[in-house]
Nanobody, 113 residues
């Protein structure tokens, strides 16, 4: 199990941008896949985006063209650049890792109209 720490979210206006980051401690093991999930009030947790060690990305249809996921040079960090934010993007965002696996504590992003 890997410990993940997300940056703080925040309050932004619709159409604005925000970038989240997630960091894992450096280890002899390399995380194969890192990604972001989110959970809005009254809804189940859903996939936002993932990125493999090889750089292959996957996005939810709702964020395609607006969000970009990337990993740092050390491959122990992952970023989520969010552009043209919409009120429906409001949720708690969770960082996720696989092999080794782990979850972040979650960070709240609120988008106002």
């Amino acid at each position: 199990q890997v410990q993940l720490t997300e940056s703080r979210g925040g309050l932004v206006q619709a159409g604005g941008s925000l970038t989240l980051s997630c960091a894992a401690p450096k280890s002899i093991f390399t995380i194969v896949v890192m990604g972001w999930y989110r959970q809005a009030p009254g809804k189940q947790r859903e996939l936002v985006a993932t990125i493999s060690h090889d750089g292959v990305t996957q996005y939810a249809d709702s964020v395609k063209g607006r969000f970009t996921i990337s990993r740092g040079s050390a491959w122990n960090t992952v970023y989520l650049q969010m552009n043209n934010l919409k009120p429906e993007d409001t949720a708690v965002y969770y960082c996720n890792a696989d092999r080794p696996s782990g979850w972040g504590r979650g960070t709240l992003v609120t988008v106002s109209e």
